[in-house]
C-alpha cells in the first residue's frame, strides 16, 4: 500500500548500481488544481511549452510526485494513436504515478501532458478509461459486478442520474466483452483477482474510450486470464483505441506491445521491444534486479 501520510519515498528496491534517483524537487502540492511551477525551460506563470501534436498522449518534460517530492523527474514521451505501449521499470519506479498524470487524476509539476491535443479538463477524462491497480481497491464494498460496470457511465451521466435501460445495457455488454457474463448479479468482493480485473476492464469499456489506461492490468491473474486480457486489449487496439499497460511481466512485453517505455524515474528507454529489451537497458532500468530474461520475437 502506498502512504499518503509519510513523505518518503520507497527506493530500497534499487540496486546500489541503479540509476541516480530524481534530484527530490521539492514543492507545495495542492492536489486537486493543476498548475505549473518554475522549473528549467519553463519560466514562472507562463505555461509550459505544448508540443503541436496529433499524438494521443504527449508527455512534455513532466515532474510529479507527492507531498512535494518528484516521483516523476523530466519525463517526455509520445503516443501515437492506435498504439498499444508497455510501461516496465521496478516497484516505486513511477509507473501508476505516470498513469495517474495522463488520465488526469494527479497534477504535473512541471511540463505538460497534453492527451489529443487537449490540457487535462473533466472533457477530456471522459476520453479515458483508467482501470487501476486491483490492489488499490477496497473490494468489501458490497456492490455487484453490474454496479461497479455502471459507474463507468456515470463520467457521461452525473453520479445523481439513475441509470437507464440503455445503461445497462452498455454495461451488460462491456461485461460480456470481458466474458464475465455469468457473474453479473455476483458481489465483487467475492471474485477472484483476475475476474476483478476483467470487471474494471469492463467498466472503464462502457464509457467507450478512445485510451484506455491500465495499471498491472496482468498482475496476479493466471496465464488464461492473462491472454484473455490481451486479447482483449488487442481487439480494442484494432478498433483505433490506443492503449497503455504498466507491467511488471518482462515475458508479454515483447508478444503484445508495440513499444515500451522503461521507466525508472525518468525515462531509461523507449522504443520497440527488441530495441528496449537489451541487456544493457534492463539493467539500466531494474539495476541487479531483472530476474527473468525477456522472450524476444524471432
Ligand atoms: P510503481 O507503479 O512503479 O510501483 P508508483 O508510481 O506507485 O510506482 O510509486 C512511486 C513512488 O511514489 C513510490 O515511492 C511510492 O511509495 C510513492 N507513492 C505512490 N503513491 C503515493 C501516494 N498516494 N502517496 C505518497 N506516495 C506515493
Given at each position: 500500500m502506498k502512504d499518503e501520510r509519510t513523505n518518503r519515498h520507497d527506493h530500497t528496491h534499487i540496486a546500489p548500481d541503479a540509476p541516480p534517483?530524481?534530484?527530490?524537487?521539492?514543492?507545495?502540492?495542492?492536489?486537486?488544481?493543476?498548475?505549473?511551477?518554475?522549473?528549467?525551460?519553463?519560466?514562472?506563470?507562463?505555461?509550459?511549452?505544448?508540443?503541436?501534436?496529433?499524438?494521443?498522449?504527449?508527455?512534455?518534460?513532466?515532474?510529479?510526485?507527492?507531498?512535494?517530492?518528484?516521483?516523476?523527474?523530466?519525463?517526455?514521451f509520445t503516443v501515437n494513436r492506435g498504439e498499444f505501449i508497455g510501461v516496465i521499470g521496478p516497484n516505486g519506479s513511477g509507473k501508476s504515478t505516470l498513469l495517474k498524470v495522463i488520465a488526469g487524476l494527479l497534477p504535473v509539476q512541471c511540463g505538460s501532458v497534453l492527451v489529443f491535443g487537449q490540457r487535462p479538463s473533466p472533457e477530456v477524462r471522459h476520453l479515458i478509461g483508467y482501470v487501476p491497480q486491483s490492489e488499490s481497491v477496497n473490494w468489501s464494498f458490497p456492490v455487484t459486478v453490474r454496479d461497479v460496470v455502471l459507474m463507468g457511465t456515470y463520467g457521461r451521466l452525473g453520479l445523481f442520474r439513475r441509470p437507464s435501460d440503455a445503461d445497462r445495457a452498455a454495461a451488460d455488454a462491456a461485461i460480456a466483452q470481458v466474458g464475465m457474463q455469468d457473474y453479473t448479479s455476483a458481489q465483487i468482493g467475492q471474485l477472484s483477482g483476475g475476474q476483478q480485473q476483467r470487471v474494471f476492464v469492463?467498466?472503464?469499456?462502457?464509457?467507450?474510450?478512445?485510451?484506455?489506461?491500465?495499471?498491472?492490468?496482468?498482475?496476479?491473474?493466471?496465464?488464461?486470464?492473462?491472454?484473455?486480457?490481451?486479447?482483449?486489449?488487442?481487439?480494442?487496439?484494432?478498433?483505433?483505441?490506443?492503449?497503455?499497460?504498466?507491467?511488471?511481466?518482462?515475458?508479454?512485453?515483447?508478444?503484445?506491445?508495440?513499444?515500451?517505455?522503461?521507466?525508472?524515474?525518468?525515462?531509461?528507454?523507449?522504443?520497440?521491444?527488441?530495441?528496449?529489451?537489451?541487456?544493457?537497458?534492463?539493467?539500466?532500468?531494474?539495476?541487479?534486479?531483472?530476474?527473468?530474461?525477456?522472450?524476444?520475437?524471432?
Open positions: 534517483q530524481p534530484r527530490g524537487h521539492s514543492h507545495a502540492v495542492a492536489p486537486a488544481t493543476f498548475h505549473l511551477h518554475p522549473h528549467a525551460g519553463h519560466p514562472h506563470g507562463q505555461p509550459a511549452r505544448v508540443p503541436a501534436s496529433d499524438a494521443a498522449i504527449a508527455v512534455d518534460g513532466v515532474c510529479a510526485g507527492y507531498f512535494g517530492r518528484d516521483v516523476l523527474d523530466e519525463v517526455s469492463a467498466r472503464a469499456l462502457v464509457a467507450r474510450p478512445k485510451l484506455m489506461l491500465l495499471d498491472e492490468p496482468i498482475a496476479g491473474v493466471d496465464a488464461t486470464t492473462q491472454h484473455a486480457i490481451f486479447t482483449l486489449l488487442e481487439q480494442l487496439k484494432e478498433q483505433g483505441t490506443t492503449i497503455v499497460a504498466t507491467t511488471h511481466d518482462l515475458s508479454c512485453v515483447a508478444e503484445w506491445f508495440d513499444r515500451v517505455l522503461a521507466l525508472n524515474h525518468s525515462v531509461v528507454a523507449y522504443g520497440k521491444p527488441q530495441e528496449v529489451l537489451t541487456s544493457e537497458t534492463l539493467s539500466a532500468t531494474f539495476g541487479s534486479h531483472v530476474l527473468v530474461s525477456p522472450v524476444l520475437p524471432a
